[in-house]
């Protein structure tokens, strides 16, 4: 049964970085996109980026699209996302998902405050 992992979240001040990582097990990652989603307080979940199985092809929301990236390193069954600029309405849990078998990650918080 496959499980996906995420780390890296924390507190950051605006204007800051971080990188959150989303590692995979017991399925064969490197056949399946991954997908990166936030929910933030009183909100619904939103998408945030993705990435096909070998990387070759990423996507990220409008209001991220200029300061995150997505990559993945297949060789460690792990996708990264690459926070800069930091806002405070960047604040939210941020879950890794792996559609091809709805497989959610645990998430980790992200909070972007002074």
């Known amino acids: 049964q496959g499980h996906l992992v995420e780390s890296g979240g924390g507190l950051v001040q605006p204007g800051g970085s971080l990188r959150l990582s989303c590692t995979g097990s017991?399925?064969?990652?490197?056949?399946?996109?991954i997908y990166w989603y936030r929910q933030s307080p009183g909100k619904e979940r939103e998408f945030v980026a993705s990435?096909?199985?070998?990387?070759?092809?990423?996507d990220l929301a409008d209001s991220v699209e200029d300061r995150f990236t997505i990559s993945r390193v297949n060789t460690e069954n792990t996708v990264y996302l690459q926070m800069n600029l930091l806002k405070p309405e960047d604040t939210g849990v941020y879950y890794c998902?792996?559609?091809?078998?709805?497989?959610w990650g645990q998430g980790t918080q992200v909070t972007v405050s002074s």
């Open positions: 017991g399925y064969t990652f490197y056949k399946y996109s």
């Open positions: 998902n792996a559609p091809f078998d709805n497989l």
């Open positions: 990435i096909s199985s070998a990387g070759g092809v990423t």
